[in-house]
């Protein structure tokens, strides 16, 4: 019996070093948004925070000159939020690519994979019906050298 070789097999190694790499762009995406939405978090726990302290300080009283400075401290905090929510928006756009980027190549890499293996399949009937007919070639000759000799 030949033994089976898969001739796009140098092929099938680039589908999988693609993936790969895919994969590995898609967890990079992955984490960066996490990251994005972790800084987010922090931003409105501080706005949270700086927004309670005004209020316990009004409750106390305060003078309107330390109030602009905490009020351009909320629109700070504000505007700080707004950046990283439209940095997470785009993170996740970025995230969605690489995850459809890596879906096609895991697709491209698993149906090359399937062809290897029904080629593997049909390489090896190929072969046990050759192997099969060599048998019968075999045990019909013993079977006719039999017959002549007797």
Do not use: P
């Not at 070789?5 to 994969?23: M, N, Q």
């Not at 706005?47 to 003078?63: C, K, M, N, P, Y």
């Amino acid at each position: 019996m030949k033994a089976f070789s898969f001739r796009l097999e140098t092929l099938l190694h680039l589908r999988e070093i693609t993936k790969d790499k895919a994969l590995s762009q898609y967890g990079q995406a992955v984490a960066s948004r996490e990251s994005m939405e972790n800084q987010l978090h922090t931003k409105r726990q501080m706005l949270t925070d700086l927004q309670h302290e005004i209020s316990s300080r009004r409750a106390v009283g305060f003078s309107g000159s330390s109030q602009h400075f905490y009020q351009r401290s909320l629109d700070a905090a504000k505007a700080e939020i707004q950046r990283c929510y439209s940095e997470l928006q785009a993170a996740k756009k970025i995230e969605d690519s690489n995850r459809e980027s890596y879906l096609k190549a895991d697709s491209s890499f698993k149906s090359f994979l399937r062809l290897k293996e029904k080629n593997r399949e049909d390489h090896l009937a190929i072969e046990s019906k050759k192997e099969e007919a060599e048998m019968d070639d075999l045990i019909g000759g013993r079977f006719i050298y039999n017959q002549s000799n007797f």
